[in-house]
C-alpha cells in the first residue's frame, strides 16, 4: 500500500522565530550601515588652509590598506621621541588616470615645525592654500567616495578646478578631512 505524504504546516513558532531573525538581521544590517555613515553626506565647502608640517613614508602602490605604513612611521617618530598624532596621507595621481601599482603617495604624521625628523622619514611642509574640504566620519572607503563625489560637484557647481595632490587628515575622533586644491575657472 502506498504511504500518502501530508504537507506539515509551519508551526507557528517557526514563523516567530524566522520573523525575530529577519527583524534582527536587517536591524543589525542597518546599525552597521548608520556606524559606516551610508545615511550621512559628507561636509563640502571652500577653505584656505594652515601650513603643515608632514613626517612620512613615500609609497608607490594602491591607495588602500595604509594603516601598516603609518604603524611604521609611527614607530620611528616614536624612536625620536615625536608622538604620532594626527595621521594623515597625500595621494598625488588620480585614480582614474594611474593604475593603481603605479600611484604614488606620501604615507604618515603631521608633526610640529622644529621636529627633527631622521632617516628613513621625510619631511615636507605644505603650504596654506586654497582648497575644497569635505569631512565625513564613518567608514573610510565610504567617505572617500562620497567627499571625493561632493568636492567634485561643489566645484561644478561652484565654478572652480580640482587639481591634486589630494590631502587627508585622519583626526583621532574618526573624523576624516579631505582636501583638493582648487582655482576658479578661467572661461
Known amino acids: 500500500m502506498a504511504e500518502s505524504k501530508k504537507d506539515n504546516p509551519i508551526s507557528p513558532k517557526m514563523l516567530i522565530l524566522t520573523l525575530v531573525a529577519m527583524i534582527i538581521t536587517l536591524g543589525g544590517g542597518a546599525s552597521v550601515m548608520l556606524y559606516l555613515g551610508a545615511f550621512k553626506d559628507p561636509e563640502v565647502y571652500r577653505s584656505v588652509t594652515q601650513e603643515y608640517h608632514f613626517a612620512y613614508i613615500s609609497h608607490k602602490g594602491p591607495y588602500t590598506n595604509i594603516d601598516p605604513i603609518l604603524e611604521e612611521v609611527a614607530k620611528h617618530l616614536k624612536e625620536s621621541d615625536i608622538q ?3 595621521p594623515c596621507a597625500m595621494f598625488m595621481d588620480s585614480v582614474s588616470e594611474v593604475q593603481e601599482a603605479d600611484r604614488q603617495s606620501k604615507i604618515g604624521y603631521l608633526v610640529q615645525r622644529n621636529d627633527y625628523i631622521a632617516a628613513p ?7 596654506s592654500r586654497e582648497v575644497v574640504v569635505a ?4 567608514g573610510t572607503l ?13 566645484a561644478r557647481a561652484n565654478g572652480y578646478q ?3 595632490p589630494a590631502f587627508e587628515i585622519y583626526h583621532p575622533e574618526g573624523k576624516v578631512e579631505y582636501q583638493l586644491p582648487i582655482q576658479k575657472k578661467q572661461y
Not at 622619514?121 to 603650504?127: A, F, G, K, N, V
Open 84 to 86: 604620532a598624532v594626527t
Open 121 to 127: 622619514l621625510e619631511q615636507m611642509s605644505i603650504p
Open 135 to 138: 569631512t565625513f566620519e564613518g
Open 142 to 154: 565610504l567617505g572617500s567616495h562620497k567627499a571625493y563625489t561632493g568636492m567634485r560637484d561643489w
Open 162 to 164: 580640482l587639481m591634486l
